[in-house]
């Protein structure tokens, strides 16, 4: 069995992620910050459920620590929990970067010994082409126009990470994804989005990676993209 922890995964992304997960025969641990939603999530899948909370060392300790208690290793992780912020102001930019950067090195330190036990360790980084300077600069991309410093700032602090990480943990694939604007309650403001099943299957397709997958990469359906 492949053991899996998919973070922020009690609803959207991570939720399907989980779903196509199961089916192809993962152990799938749920992390969600609130337990109540991630414990029901669990229960509709059949996954199992860890509390964990990106921004709280203790809590992404204690999810670690049970998980390895329970198997032993984690072959994937699956960075999705993540926020999007439409102010600019000093708390928001704390949040931000406290989910959607610091979070990843947060969890990522508490699993790496968990992963290291793996014989193919995959680390996915649901990251953004909002964080790309090549498509916020480009007028053909919808990414030119969308009015989110912070996002955009934190996701590309995000594809920096993962890319550090591979060069640091070279048993270890690290690779950062474009998932494809899905609709969600993230974007639900925008009124855009594609169903959230084609985005997670372009998740499972790099947690799924062989022995041979690429690594420190940030890519979308198509492949790489420049950032």
């Known amino acids: 069995m492949t053991v899996t922890l998919i973070t922020g995964a009690n609803k959207g992304i991570g939720y399907e992620t ?30 199992n459920f860890v509390q964990l909370d990106v921004t709280d060392d203790a809590s992404v300790g204690s999810a670690l620590s049970t998980i390895g208690a329970a ?7 699956v960075h ?19 989910t959607n950067a610091v979070g990843l090195v947060r969890v990522t ?3 790496l010994p968990l992963l ?14 909002a964080g790309s300077f090549w498509a916020v600069n480009n007028p053909e991309r919808p990414e030119y ?3 989110l410093a912070l996002y955009s700032a934190s996701k590309a602090a995000a594809t920096m990470l993962t890319v550090q990480y591979a060069k640091s943990q070279p048993g270890i694939k690290f690779n950062a994804l474009e998932p494809g604007t899905t609709a969600t309650d993230m974007t639900a403001a925008f009124g855009i989005g594609r169903p959230v099943e084609q985005s997670a299957a372009v998740v499972v397709r790099l947690a799924t990676l062989g022995t041979d997958g690429p690594t420190g990469t940030f890519q979308d359906e198509s492949g790489p993209l420049p950032w």
């Open 80 to 98: 999705n929990a993540g926020v999007l912020a439409t102010t600019l102001d000093g708390p928001a930019a704390l949040r931000s970067f406290d």
């Open 18 to 47: 989980a779903k196509q997960l199961l089916a192809r025969g993962h152990t799938v641990y749920i992390g969600a910050r609130d337990a109540e939603r991630g414990q029901k999530a669990a229960a509709e899948l059949g996954a």
């Open 145 to 147: 126009g969308l009015p």
């Open 109 to 111: 330190e508490a699993a």
């Open 116 to 129: 290291r036990k793996s014989s193919n360790a995959n680390v996915v980084t649901i990251s953004s082409s």
């Open 71 to 77: 198997e032993g290793r984690l072959d994937v992780l």
